[in-house]
């Protein structure tokens, strides 16, 4: 899929495999968003028990996501994982709705490509009939802004962060 954006053309496919080092990068971004803190390298997230799951062993069995791509380069990923009761995420529901994971790569952000990646991983989760998406977030981070605008919504807190959920058939 080819998506035009303002001055930068940014193709976006499915995650593989081969996508798994890029996916940790991201998850390091996610994880470590603030602008005062330094992103921690794929391997060192990895080593995270607090964050780790949302990659290892990337693909598992139902996971699915969307890298966006400037020529050849990644500039960023959105992912879903599905969880159980005994094992997951901050954002988890229930074990039939996945969690999202979302980077940008930094000095492309502002640009579009978070939209256009969370628009095409909800596009993904509603041909597979994936009914419902959920997320975690600090409440200060800007991409709360973005979540609300695509339909997510507030439904619990941990620790003072929402968890937010997306129903993808009304989305
Ligand atoms: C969050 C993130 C994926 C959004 O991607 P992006 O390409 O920067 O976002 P977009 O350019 O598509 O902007 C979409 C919306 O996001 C919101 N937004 C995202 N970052 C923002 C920021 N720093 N300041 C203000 N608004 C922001 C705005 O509502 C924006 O809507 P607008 O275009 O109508 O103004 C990206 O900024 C990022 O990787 N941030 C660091 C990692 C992170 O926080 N991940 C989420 C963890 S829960």
Do not use: K
């Not at 798994?20 to 921690?40: G, I, K, N, Q, T």
């Not at 780790?52 to 990337?58: D, F, I, L, S, T």
């Not at 409440?139 to 339909?151: E, I, K, Q, R, T």
Request: proline share 5%.
């Amino acid at each position: 899929m080819i998506v035009w954006q303002p001055g930068a053309v940014v193709v976006l496919r499915s995650a593989t495999v081969d996508d798994s080092a890029f996916l940790r990068e991201m998850l390091a971004v996610a994880a470590d968003w603030r602008p005062e803190a330094a992103a921690r390298s794929g391997d060192e997230i990895v080593r995270d028990p607090a964050v780790a799951h949302y990659v290892v062993g990337w693909p598992r069995s139902g996971d699915f996501g969307v890298v966006a791509h400037d020529d050849d380069v990644p500039v960023g990923a959105a992912w879903c994982r599905f969880f159980d009761a005994g094992s997951h995420g901050y954002g988890f529901v229930s074990a039939d709705v996945p969690e999202l994971t979302i980077g940008v790569v930094a000095g492309r952000r502002g640009e579009g490509i978070g939209r256009v990646l969370l628009t095409g991983l909800i596009d993904e989760a509603r041909q597979r009939g994936v009914a419902s998406i959920s997320l975690s977030v600090e409440a200060d981070n800007p991409a709360v802004a973005l979540y609300l605008d695509v339909g997510f919504v507030e439904v619990s807190r941990v620790a003072d962060s929402p968890t937010m959920v997306l129903d993808c058939r009304t989305a």
